[in-house]
């Protein structure tokens, strides 16, 4: 059973912190917003506090005051605290902070790639000893379940590669670079303007944030233990425009990317600056960006994209390996929330989207101006107009910006219905690019 | 707790199926492949059978006949059947098989995307009233995990939207439509004899299928109850190659979309082909496969890929549900495999891959033979040469065939001490368009 030592049914939870920087409010402030689906879906209270930080006079914004202590034993030896969520980073004094909650039966869920790709097998034999869980999706891609996926979802599919894109400061100084032909230090001031790299970005270009990453997943993905000392990694720091230009030219562009493959019973886990065919599946992950390929036999390849990590992506990790401890009534939560029937459904003729359509018309004068006043009859605005042909083969393909089904089904009806139009028109739905774009 | 009921720790777990099809039999050998690995993370062994079919005296490879029933009664009364798994389809009797089963208390596996699209919210019930569970993560994109993600990693992430392309028939065609542009028609018979699509096609093309899967998302995504009569869908089988080409002129790509999205509190649902800009995630999605993207506040957009459902596929997602019931020992599991190191590491020098070379050279006679000849020495295979500039100035740019790392560094030792050779060569590697391309 997933959930090694789940508190009372009922029982509110108590959920201790380490560290409140960007990360650690993002957390408060998630737990705190989603305490009613937490509730609803795993049956307990979610309570959260005390949480541990340098300075507790400094205030954070939306968080209480009481609930900050600068004294470690507050959060790690309370047996009220029931998981403990690290998101101070860093390998001692964490290492020790984390033993000593786990050996008193607490879970944990961190966000400390660094120091799971070190200790990660020895947090995880403390945990099992102690009875707890311990819980990193936050480690790897945070806005990506990739860990989750791996751990369950495919424990049983034998992996036998895993290539990602997984540190997203590199993949935007890549992108900027190869887009706009600009040399690894203007793309990389560019990328400290957006807040994309740090400062100090030498974990970031230098391929050690990736090859710690890589390390947590292979382990996951393999079952076999690869530290960060396994994975030799290279950056892109040395990377010169000169060499993307060339890779541009035989068909490639450059990323850093991290192979995780079996090699006849081995393992082998790199990171470095790879050429990747323009028609590979990462070739097409740009900016920012995060992607995991994960190939096994019974699934081939499958692909997980998403943002690289920021406070809120780590929060949604974080508060997803807590519903992961705590367990979850799955199929009681699914059942109310259907029984009720929950959100009602939209009337479809009140939907929007913009639309496409193309009709066969004579090519006389007037025909665009009737069709173009049926549409602004409808509150309906054209986008683009293109005309072709002559004669009664004339062809009229319009897009219209978004508006409401109904009223585009009453203008096809009206358009239909002119003299001037020979065959029925064809209308299809245009999606929008903030529609799952980019 | 994710297993309501689950079997004593260590007991043998027997599974029932219903169906033994394609997919059926995919089932039964992927349980018995992957049964040393389940009874590590579950730790309960599983015992395959009895398996409901029509003709019991059919042989199946790979099945042993005494497994095999006509009676729905061995698989559906008998007590010691702890998980049903439903591969048969259809909605009668499937549903009151299901019924049956889950009213004694036994969970449920299903791939059925049809039943669960008209009546999931009443097996919940009936699962939740049983203490039993009820999972189907092989009804909507089998390969890829998007139940498990939508039920467990963001439940509480309060999901806007969500935009899939979840049939892979209908992709298959629009790709090929685009790419070579041919007919409707044409690109049906092609699907047909490459088996991307059945002999009756009606379910895919006419958009049915793509709605059931949309109507479960959906129901999980917001969770809100939303049926197959909810979702307005259109096919692809009125689609003209005119309008495909108009689409490619002014920018786009024509998919077969479902579009699930939250509008003022209401739920709306559709299924139709939109024209997508050419920039747009899922613009890249061809071939059979298909995609899901996933909009929320804490995440942004994730987008999850993977091929359409196969016999494996859907086999690999049962297997995922039925370690979902059992529940996992997820720290132990974890724990033990990394304890004991699993597979050794590769060493670095022995890991395959191509290669990129560049370097400057004296535009000599006789330079590229001397590189050549280092290579050749190496074992090494070139690829692509590309000579450009004159005099000192001269930049040689190579690719190579996959060869090991170690004879790749001793090349590039020997290159770099050549008389000819002006600068350090820049060696980079090259990922396979097979690993992890298309």
């Known amino acids: 059973v997933s959930a090694v030592r789940a508190p009372e049914p009922g029982a509110p939870v108590r959920i201790g912190l380490l560290g409140c920087g960007t990360v650690g409010q993002a957390v408060v402030r ?28 400094r205030e954070r914004p939306g968080i209480d005051p009481a609930l900050l202590t600068t004294d470690p034993a507050r959060v790690l030896d309370d047996p009220a605290v029931a998981i403990v969520v690290e998101v101070m980073g860093g390998v001692e004094p964490t290492l020790g902070y984390l033993r000593r909650a786990l050996a008193r039966g607490a879970s944990v869920v961190t966000a400390n790639k660094q120091l799971l790709s070190r200790h990660g097998p020895e947090l995880l034999r403390a945990a099992e000893e102690a009875g707890a869980e311990l819980r990193f999706e936050a480690s790897a891609c945070a806005a990506i379940p990739v860990i989750k996926v791996l751990r369950e979802s495919l424990l049983a599919a034998e992996i036998r590669a895993l290539i990602g894109i997984v540190n997203g400061t590199t993949n935007y100084i890549l992108t900027e670079m190869a887009r706009e032909g600009t040399s690894y230090a203007e793309a990389l001031a560019r990328a400290q303007e957006l807040g994309y790299a740090e400062a100090d970005p030498t974990e970031d270009v230098g391929g050690a944030d990736a090859a710690a990453k890589m390390a947590i997943l292979a382990s996951i993905a393999f079952h076999s233990r690869v530290l960060i000392d396994d994975v030799p990694y290279e950056g892109i720091d040395h990377l010169q425009a000169e060499d993307l230009a060339h890779a541009e030219a035989l068909g490639f562009v450059v990323k850093l990317v991290g192979v995780a493959r079996l090699l006849n019973g081995s393992v082998s886990v790199r990171v470095y600056p790879a050429l990747v065919p323009r028609g590979h599946r990462l070739a097409a992950i740009g900016g920012p960006d995060n992607a995991v390929l ?30 992961s401890v705590l367990g979850t009534h799955q199929g009681s939560f699914l059942h109310n929330a259907l029984a009720d029937a929950g959100r009602p459904i939209a009337p479809p003729g009140s939907v929007p989207s913009a639309f496409y359509l193309r009709t066969s018309v004579a090519d006389r004068p007037g025909v665009l101006a009737r069709v173009a006043q049926i549409f602004a009859d409808e509150g309906l605005s054209i986008l683009s107009v293109v005309q072709s042909g002559y004669g009664d083969e004339a062809s009229l393909v319009l897009i219209l910006h978004e508006g409401i089904e109904d009223s585009m089904q009453r203008a096809v009806a009206r358009i239909r219905a002119l003299d001037d139009v020979r065959d029925d028109p064809v209308m299809l739905r245009v999606l929008g690019s903030g529609e799952g774009g980019e």
Chains 1, 2 share one sequence.
Do not use: K, N
């Not at 307990?44 to 949480?51: A, D, F, I, S, W």
């Not at 994960?294 to 998403?306: K, N």
């Open 30 to 57: 998630t737990l705190i917003d989603g305490a009613r689906t937490i509730e609803r879906a795993s049956g307990h209270r979610l309570e959260v506090g005390p949480v541990l930080v340098r300075d507790a006079a």
């Open 294 to 323: 994960l190939e096994s036999r019974a699934t081939r390849q499958i692909m997980l994209v998403g943002p690289g990590a920021g406070g809120d992506e780590t929060a949604s990790a974080v508060l997803a390996d807590i519903l």
